[in-house]
């Protein structure tokens, strides 16, 4: 059964190709594109039934009204599914905290948005038919490829459009995105900077000054130094909230 997808974008190229690429993989029906929050909410609170919504962050011709982050924002976790569709970032962590499950980065390529699609349809899938969760990432060494056990992760990195996994194993090529990583592996691998995803379980020390957080991760079987990770301010409480859950010792205040 074909995904019902509603695509709230205000540039009607934008809009139209969206529907195009997402039509063209077969697996997606659109059955509304409009232009502002006030006529997605009006398809939503309608006789349509929605399962994914592909969502603009900012609508410059909302003349006012909503913007698509306020959408998301309003609906919460109740709505549809949701896709970012657009050229802004600024919004992209608190859009991952509502629960939005990909971001597609204008311009879109045909690619990308099947990549998204089939990531949709494994969220779809009844119990009987779910696939094992991942319990092992395939990254890149020049010509080859490494087969890298997720428990032995320490961090995926961003920088200058590239992405890299460091492991127990030493640092390699990866090719999704942090955006995909993140959808991907949920409360697993914790987003804790603009350009860094790190696996929570292997933080070893969290250290604070001059108003700077940064972790210190690596297993401790391994003899490999540990790696050095910064933490973005408006992230550090949450971060440490989220290493303290399933630790005692030391008062949450």
């Not at 974008?9 to 063209?24: G, I, K, T």
């Not at 942090?178 to 696996?199: C, D, K, M, Q, Y």
């Amino acid at each position: 059964m074909s995904l019902r997808a509603l695509i709230l974008d205000d540039e009607p190229p934008a809009r139209d190709y969206l529907a195009e690429l997402l039509s063209d993989t077969g697996d997606v029906e659109v059955v509304a594109a409009v232009a502002t929050a006030k006529a997605a909410r009006q398809a939503l609170e309608g006789s349509l039934e929605v399962d994914v919504m592909f969502v603009d962050v900012q609508l410059v011709g909302s003349g006012g009204n909503e913007d698509g982050i306020d959408l998301v924002r309003s609906l919460g976790r109740q709505g549809p599914a949701v896709v970012l569709a657009t050229a802004h970032k600024q919004h992209a962590l608190e859009a991952f905290e509502l629960g939005v499950l990909d971001y597609l980065h204008k311009p879109f390529t045909r690619e990308r948005v099947a990549s998204c699609v089939r990531r949709l349809r494994e969220q779809r899938k009844p119990h009987g038919q779910q696939v094992p969760p991942i319990s092992r990432i395939v990254a890149r060494q020049q010509r080859s490829l490494v087969f890298i056990e997720l428990d032995s992760v320490f961090a995926f990195e961003a920088d200058d459009r590239l992405t890299y996994v460091h492991a127990v194993e030493g640092k390699f090529d990866f090719d999704l995105p942090l955006s995909s990583i993140e959808a991907t592996f949920g409360e697993t691998i914790v987003r804790v900077h603009r350009n860094w995803l790190v696996n929570l379980a292997l933080v070893r020390q969290i250290e604070r000054g001059d108003g700077e957080t940064a972790l210190l991760i690596g297993a401790r079987a391994a003899n490999v130094p540990p790696l050095r990770v910064p933490v973005a301010r408006e992230r550090a409480a949450r971060v440490r909230e989220l290493l303290l859950a399933n630790a005692a010792g030391v008062r949450r205040a």
